[in-house]
Each structure stands twice: as structure tokens, then as C-alpha cells.
């Protein structure tokens, strides 16, 4: 996730690089379940591309890569809805917000955080299985409430439970739609490892797992298993979900790899200076919430060694 909690917000795992494409991109990255779309110009929507099932909807974003290192949007979450700023994550599926639990390591005032009503997924619930890398859970009552636990790269963290609430979104044809989703709250223990008060509420987690809200709603039918995030040069831009901005012309095509967790293009090679390095079968990551390239140590140290020699 974004730099607000951390300047990596990849849940920890042994990745050779994570790299958000479109930092320094005048375009947009998008995301489907068979491939991945590098929409690299036209910005004519194609209604209907990409299929005719489902709506879709558009979000501002605020942020940018330097000085705030972050994107964002406001998602309302609740009935009357209210409004919290969650970091852009695809790198991660678990949507979560700081709440009123009470809250240990919260940034925001009491005001300004999720208050649960009754509304707790038990952990007999297949999204709770989901959100668990063995699958596996301390769930001795199904009816027991879904704790949950989240680390990131960063060594930031989350802990909270489970719960259901309605996602009021505005479509793009002026509607409104709510649906009820999964998400990560009560978030009552946050960890944060960077100076400063992060500005964010939450995460809005992206990523293609079970417990993604792309995943989520796609499994409604209620939209296309879409994504895409837009970034001007000057920060800000707008995400969407579902396929009806995915423009019918100017799009160039890489298949993502299905055995993986994360958004992948596959194994890379390093060139430096157009010229072949060896450095082959990097594993290549798509994560909207790390605003740096990341490579491993071996990696690393042989890009420094040819820049040295260069």
C-alpha cells in the first residue's frame, strides 16, 4: 500500500521486484482475471468492451508519487453512508478501516472512524477461510466472529475482525447501486512505521484474491472482473471498477500469470542499456500501493556494480 502507511504496502512475500507502472505514466493500468491491460493511449470508452455484463463505477484520486508517495480514494462505507480515505492497493485484497473498537495505534479522531453494528462475518464464512493463506482457522464456533491479522512489506500492520456493510457507489450512468461487502473492521490495532500521522483511514485492497471487492463483486455479477487506475503526470487521476472505460482501440495486451497471487506479467529479464544482462526469470509484480521499484539483493547488487562499470 501507499507510502501514508509505509513505504511498501505488498503484504510480505518473496517477490524479486514490485513495480507500480504507472507512476510515471501519462496512461492507466488495468487488471482483469485473463490479462493484463496497459491502456497506453485513447481515452474514448468503448461501452460494453471487454463484455456486457455488469455497471461500473469511477473514483477520483488524490495523491502522488513525490512528495506524498501515495494514491487514494474516498470509498463511503454504511447506512447513512460516510466517507473514508483508503490507500490504492493491488497488491493486496483485504479492504480494511481504523475503527471504533475502541482503537489501539488509530490515526484519525473518534469521529472519523467505522462504528460495527452487529455486523461481524463469523468465521465459519468462506471469506474468512479466504483471507487465511493455509486456509486454515482457529474457528472452534462457526458463529464466532473472523479475526484477521495483515503485515506488510513495510512491517506496518492491521488487526481486526471481519464484518459486512453496504457500499453505496455511483455508477457511470448516474445511478446509485449498494451492495453488502466483506471487509477488514474493526481495524482496532494498527502498527505504522513511518513518522507522521498517515492521512489515510484504511486500504482499499485490489488484488485478485477471494476477498478482494473486485472478486466480490464480480461473484454478485454486479461487475466486470475489471480494474483500472489513471495517473497524470501531475498527480491525481481516477480509478474505476468494471469495463466500460477500457478503451475499444490503443491498448496493448501482456497475459498475467493465473498460478500466481498478485497481478503478474511473469518472468522478466533485466536489460541495462538495451543490452542483455543474464539476469533472467525475475518474478515482476503489479502494486499500486509501493511508489518504488523494488529488486532483490542479488538483483540489486549487479544493477550497481553495472552502473559503476557503466
Known amino acids: 500500500m501507499g507510502k501514508s502507511w509505509g513505504a511498501s504496502r505488498a503484504p510480505t512475500v518473496g517477490l524479486a521486484i514490485a513495480l507500480i507502472i504507472a507512476a510515471a505514466l501519462h496512461g492507466c493500468f488495468c487488471a482483469t482475471a485473463p490479462g493484463l491491460r496497459l491502456l497506453t493511449g485513447g481515452k ?13 463505477a469511477v473514483f477520483t484520486v488524490n495523491g502522488n508519487v513525490y512528495p506524498l508517495g501515495y494514491y487514494s480514494v474516498s470509498i463511503n462505507i454504511g447506512n447513512p453512508p460516510k466517507a473514508f480515505e483508503l490507500d490504492i492497493d493491488t497488491g493486496s485484497d483485504l479492504t480494511w478501516v481504523q475503527c471504533d473498537a475502541p482503537c489501539t495505534g488509530c490515526t484519525k479522531p473518534r469521529q472519523s472512524l467505522y462504528k460495527p453494528n452487529n455486523n461481524l462475518i463469523p468465521c465459519g ?15 472452534p464456533e462457526p458463529s464466532e466472529q473472523c479475526d484477521y491479522e495483515v503485515e506488510y512489506a513495510d512491517h506496518g500492520s492491521s488487526l481486526g475482525v471481519l464484518v459486512a456493510d453496504s457500499f453505496p457507489l455511483r455508477l457511470i450512468n448516474g445511478s446509485f447501486l449498494s451492495t453488502r461487502l466483506g471487509f477488514g473492521s474493526c481495524g482496532y490495532d494498527q502498527k505504522n512505521p513511518i513518522t507522521g500521522t498517515p492521512p489515510t483511514a484504511g486500504v482499499l485492497g485490489l488484488g485478485s484474491g477471494k476477498a478482494s471487492i473486485v472478486t466480490q463483486l464480480k461473484n454478485m455479477g454486479l461487475f466486470q472482473n475489471v480494474i483500472g487506475h489513471c495517473f497524470s503526470g501531475q498527480g491525481g487521476g481516477y480509478l474505476f471498477l468494471g469495463n466500460y472505460l477500457v478503451p ?29 544482462t543474464g539476469l533472467n526469470g525475475l518474478q515482476l509484480i503489479f502494486d499500486s500501493g509501493s511508489s518504488y521499484t523494488y529488486f532483490n539483493s542479488a538483483v540489486y547488487k549487479s544493477t550497481l556494480d553495472m552502473v559503476r562499470l557503466d
Not at 474514448?44 to 461500473?56: E, L, R, V
Request: hydrophobic share 30%.
Open 44 to 56: 474514448k470508452a468503448a461501452a460494453g468492451a471487454g463484455g456486457t455484463i455488469g455497471h461500473s
Open 125 to 139: 464464512h468462506n471469506l474468512c477461510s479466504s483471507i487465511h493463506s493455509t486456509g486454515k482457522i482457529n474457528c
Open 248 to 276: 475499444s482501440s490503443g491498448v496493448s495486451w501482456t497475459p498475467m500469470l493465473q498460478t500466481v497471487k498478485h497481478y503478474s506479467a511473469g518472468p522478466a529479464e533485466l536489460l541495462f542499456g538495451g543490452k542483455h
